[in-house]
């Protein structure tokens, strides 16, 4: 059964490729914010837009997330980038999301659907989380094995199934 993935894009794109590589899915839905300063860049800018960095210092760029993580032509921006406006509205951020799921629901409903929301604003996550517990699809969120770092999630991340079965309790 194909999989299509719908991950959540903020300021670092570490998590998200580990949760690409993790997951291994047919499809990749980044969900991003627009704008000059929007994660957006992340995913579609040329050269090396990622950064890996160690404070205000940059240690290294990387390619944009689905050439270090090899999509090829499985990635077509058109199809496969939803863009955000203000990624801390909710109502925006859950109503692009739910909509998407919904397409998906009915164009592939062979295809198994998953959603990573580590990544973005706490309201795109909080609206992936929401989207996804309310279309009832696979939830995963990226953390560090030992959360040291209590501003992001550094290397040395993995990916894990969300149980979100309290939902449909009683």
């Given amino acids: 059964m194909p999989k299509i993935l719908l991950?959540?894009?903020?300021?670092?794109?570490?998590?998200?490729?580990?949760?690409?590589?993790?997951?291994?899915?047919?499809?990749?839905?980044?969900?991003?914010?627009?704008?000059?300063?929007g994660s957006k860049s992340q995913v579609i800018s040329e050269g090396t837009p990622c950064e890996v960095r160690r404070g205000a210092e940059i240690i290294e760029r990387l390619p944009n997330i689905?050439?270090?993580?090899?999509?090829?032509?499985?990635?077509?921006?058109?199809r496969d980038l939803i863009l955000i406006q203000n990624p801390d509205d909710l109502s925006e951020c859950y109503?692009?999301?739910?909509?998407?799921?919904?397409?998906?629901?009915?164009?592939?409903?062979?295809?198994?659907?998953?959603?990573?929301?580590?990544?973005g604003t706490k309201t795109l996550s909080a609206a992936m989380v929401l989207a996804a517990v309310d279309s009832r699809i696979s939830l995963y969120v990226t953390i560090a094995a030992s959360r040291e770092n209590l501003v992001k999630v550094e290397?040395?991340?993995?990916?894990?199934?969300?149980?979100?079965s309290f939902r449909f309790q009683g």
Wanted: aromatic share 6%; hydrophobic share 35%.
């Fill in 66 to 78: 689905p050439t270090q993580v090899e999509l090829g032509d499985r990635f077509q921006p058109n």
């Fill in 7 to 37: 991950v959540t894009v903020g300021g670092s794109f570490q998590p998200i490729v580990t949760s690409i590589c993790t997951l291994q899915p047919d499809r990749v839905i980044f969900i991003a914010s627009d704008g000059d300063k």
């Fill in 95 to 119: 109503l692009k999301i739910h909509q998407c799921i919904s397409q998906l629901q009915q164009t592939a409903p062979n295809d198994e659907i998953l959603a990573d929301y580590t990544g």
């Fill in 155 to 164: 290397r040395g991340e993995a990916t894990r199934l969300v149980d979100t």
